[in-house]
């Protein structure tokens, strides 16, 4: 089973700064996703990728297969930016499964 | 384009009580999974189905959990009897699948369950 972690818990930073959200896993993956949660509940996918980088607007995201690690990139943060951001794992090709990290609660005060 | 669409958006019910959930897919999308949020385990996959077919049911907590994929557009995640324990926020979501490392699920605005 993939064992799926997060840093950090919480993180808490003005407007404007730079914010690196990381992820890790245990074992190989097909595709690793990043995920956003606002305080409303709801579930957007922010990436998918399975090597390199990826980029859209303020986000990017990259990954090393080699080292089993992630990031996630958020450049002049917004308050609008505040939400939980979880990392989530695709271990085959053949299963759609997704095994998910604990999440990263982001706090931009303006 | 509508997304997933899941109802009811709340269920307050008493214990031993069955519970129905549902969720309508994107059209055109053939992959359906059921996720289990609650504060202590975070998000987890119950079960998925592709083509109608459950593919991993690994999941399911118990035989008190049931899915169905009646048609390719809609499913239902029943609990019958229900328990406190079972109170959470469920979310159903699609894709369209194989989807190798190129489609996203999109998901649903998730049904938050109280069992009291």
């Known amino acids: 089973k993939n064992e799926v972690e997060q840093s950090p818990q919480n993180l808490t930073a003005q407007e404007g700064e730079f914010i690196t959200i990381n992820c890790s896993y245990s074992?190989?993956?097909?595709?690793l996703h990043w995920l956003q949660q606002h305080p409303g509940g709801g579930i957007v996918s922010l990436f998918m990728?399975?090597?390199g980088k990826k980029k859209h607007g303020r986000l990017i995201a990259t990954i090393n297969i080699q080292e089993k690690h992630s990031s996630l990139h958020i450049t002049a943060s917004h308050p609008r930016d505040s939400a939980v951001y979880i990392c989530?794992?695709?271990?085959?090709?053949?299963?759609?499964?997704?095994?998910f990290g604990t999440g990263t609660r982001l706090t931009i005060i303006p | 384009d509508a997304g997933v669409i899941q109802s009811p958006r709340h269920e307050v019910t008493e214990m031993g009580q069955e519970v129905t959930l549902r969720c309508k897919l994107i059209?055109?999308?053939?992959?359906l999974f059921w996720y289990r949020q609650t504060m202590m385990r975070g998000l987890e996959l119950l079960i998925y189905?592709?083509?109608?077919?459950?593919?991993?049911d690994s999941g399911m907590p118990e035989d008190r959990f049931s899915a169905k994929m009646p048609n390719a557009s809609f499913s239902t995640l029943k609990i019958q009897p229900s328990e406190p324990r079972d109170s959470a926020v469920y979310f159903c979501?699609?894709?369209?699948?194989?989807?190798?490392?190129?489609?996203?699920?999109?998901f649903g605005d998730g049904t938050r369950l109280s069992i009291l």
């Open positions: 979501a699609s894709s369209l699948s194989p989807s190798g490392a190129g489609q996203p699920q999109h």
């Open positions: 074992v190989g993956i097909s595709a």
């Open positions: 990728l399975s090597s």
């Open positions: 989530a794992v695709k271990e085959d090709f053949g299963n759609e499964k997704l095994t």
């Open positions: 059209s055109g999308h053939n992959s």
């Open positions: 189905f592709n083509n109608n077919v459950p593919i991993d």
